[in-house]
């Protein structure tokens, strides 16, 4: 499946959530409604922003538990295309989730995304992308109040009071840019717990919650090296 064309894949997702009650590709797993339920308290009756949506499924999770509103944003059309398919398969009313394409390397449409939002959702995003900061800030100008980020960190460094951020290359189809040609590869980065800390502290940030989900031996890399998978919880104080 993964050899076919984007638009061949998307419509592979699609025929399967409308035809079988019980597609494999139903959204959203236990693992994303866990996260957002154990963080409801910042969900439900709030606006939220999903950074880099893909499928939607985080956006599906917040609105099942009680989201006023979610807006879920992604560079790939054929996301998207998908997102909304789950969304009419799932009964969602239009105003309840907006699909709406945009870059996440985008800083000034990030602000606008999340101002007048609540809680932003950053799930699987930060080990994608060289600008971590510039993206933090960006959200931060909204004074968004709370920000969850799923992420991973390389098990090497993650223990290290030392805040840092460990680069490796990313082939440019894995990334959630949108471009791609298929043989480029550019550098991504992994920070720790102590870089996210600092980072958010001095743009007004306190941690709230840090839960450790799994570690896994990473296949994508030129080197194999262990990942940690963790949610991160930041609350606004300034």
């Known amino acids: 499946?993964?050899?076919?064309?984007?638009?061949?894949?998307?419509?592979?997702?699609?025929?399967?959530?409308?035809?079988?009650?019980?597609?494999?590709?139903?959204?959203?797993?236990?693992?994303?409604?866990k996260i957002i339920s154990d963080n409801a308290d910042i969900i439900i009756g709030k606006?939220?922003?999903?950074?880099?949506?893909?499928?939607?499924?985080?956006?599906l999770a917040a609105w099942e538990i009680g989201a006023s509103s979610v807006v879920g944003f992604d560079?790939?059309?054929?996301?998207?295309?998908?997102?909304?398919?789950?969304?009419?398969?799932?009964?969602?009313?239009?105003?309840?989730?907006?699909?709406?394409?945009s870059d996440i390397h985008d800083y000034e449409k990030i602000t606008d995304l999340c101002t007048n939002k609540h809680t932003a959702?950053?799930?699987?995003?930060?080990?994608?992308?060289?600008?971590?900061?510039?993206?933090?800030?960006?959200?931060?100008?909204a004074k968004i109040a709370n920000i969850i980020i799923e992420t991973c960190e390389s098990k090497e460094i993650m223990d290290t009071e030392e805040p840092l951020i460990w680069w490796r290359?990313?082939?440019?189809?894995?990334?959630?840019?949108?471009?791609?040609?298929?043989?480029?590869?550019?550098?991504?980065?992994?920070?720790?717990?102590?870089?996210?800390?600092?980072?958010?502290?001095?743009?007004?940030y306190e941690l709230t919650s840090n839960t450790t989900r799994e570690t896994y031996i990473s296949k994508h890399a030129p080197a194999k090296f262990t990942q940690v998978r963790s949610v991160y919880v930041f609350k606004r104080i300034v």
């Not at 638009?7 to 994303?32: A, G, M, R």
């Open 1 to 33: 499946i993964h050899q076919f064309s984007p638009d061949i894949w998307k419509q592979h997702i699609i025929d399967d959530v409308e035809s079988k009650p019980n597609s494999k590709f139903h959204l959203p797993t236990q693992n994303q409604k």
């Open 47 to 59: 606006d939220i922003v999903d950074f880099a949506c893909n499928w939607g499924s985080y956006s």
């Open 75 to 101: 560079i790939r059309e054929e996301n998207l295309e998908i997102a909304e398919a789950f969304k009419k398969f799932l009964k969602v009313p239009a105003s309840k989730i907006k699909f709406v394409k």
């Open 121 to 141: 959702l950053i799930p699987g995003v930060m080990y994608h992308v060289h600008d971590h900061y510039q993206i933090l800030l960006a959200v931060a100008k």
């Open 169 to 204: 290359t990313e082939k440019t189809f894995e990334l959630i840019s949108g471009w791609s040609d298929g043989y480029s590869t550019i550098p991504v980065g992994y920070p720790n717990f102590s870089w996210f800390k600092l980072i958010t502290k001095q743009l007004g």
